[in-house]
C-alpha cells in the first residue's frame, strides 16, 4: 500500500509540474528541466511495480487489454506511422511482465488494433476501449493495463497529451482514478 501512497505524491506532483510548464513550448524531454526527471522517474517506478506483479499478470484479458492500450498509445494523435509502430511492437517485446505471453500472440493482437486504428481511427478506437473494459472485474490487471500504457507512452521520456488524454479514458473505462497517475 505504501507504494501506492508514493506513486500518488509523484502523480500529484507529476501534474502540477505538468500544468506549470505546458504551452511552453519544451516537450519535458528529459535533461530538459525537472518536468522530464520526474515524469520519466514515475515511468520507472510504474515499470518496477508491474514487474513485482508478473506472476500475477497471466491472464488472457490482461494480454489482450494491454495490446489494446499500447496500440491506442501509438495511435493517440490519430495515425500510425510505421516507424512508430515498430518502436511500440520492440517496447512490448522487451517488457518484462509480456514475457508471460507468447511473441507472436503480443504482435498479432497490437497489429490487429493497430491496423483498426489506422483503417478507421474512431471505430478502433471504440473496439479497442471495448477490450480495454474487459479487465476492468480484476482491479490489479485493470491498473497493470493503465501502467503499461504509460510506461509504453513515456519510453521516450514524454507524454503528449493526445497519449495523456487516452490514458484517462482508459482510466474511465476501467473504473481505475487518473488521478493515481497524475492524468
Not at 509502430?85 to 514475457?99: A, F, T
Amino acid at each position: 500500500m505504501a507504494m501506492w501512497d508514493r506513486i500518488k505524491d509523484q502523480a500529484k506532483g507529476l501534474q502540477q509540474q505538468s500544468q506549470g510548464t505546458r504551452g511552453s513550448g519544451g516537450h519535458g524531454r528529459p535533461g530538459s528541466g525537472s518536468g522530464g526527471g520526474s515524469k520519466a522517474q514515475l515511468v520507472g517506478v510504474l515499470k518496477s511495480q508491474l514487474t513485482s506483479l508478473k506472476t500475477e499478470l497471466k491472464s488472457g484479458a490482461y494480454r489482450d487489454a494491454s495490446m489494446a492500450m499500447c496500440a491506442l498509445v501509438a495511435a493517440a494523435d490519430g495515425t500510425v506511422d510505421p516507424a512508430e509502430r515498430q518502436h511500440v511492437e520492440s517496447l512490448i517485446l522487451q517488457n518484462d511482465v509480456l514475457k508471460n505471453f507468447p511473441p507472436e500472440q503480443l504482435r498479432q493482437r497490437f497489429n490487429k488494433h493497430a491496423d483498426q486504428l489506422t483503417f478507421n481511427f474512431q471505430q478502433g478506437k471504440t473496439e479497442a476501449m471495448q477490450e480495454i473494459a474487459k479487465a476492468a472485474k480484476k482491479p490489479m490487471e485493470a491498473k497493470a493495463v493503465v501502467q503499461t500504457g504509460f510506461v509504453v507512452a513515456g519510453a521516450d521520456g514524454y507524454i503528449a497529451p493526445a497519449e495523456e488524454q487516452v490514458l484517462r479514458e482508459a482510466c474511465a473505462a476501467l473504473g481505475v482514478s487518473p488521478q493515481e497517475f497524475g492524468l
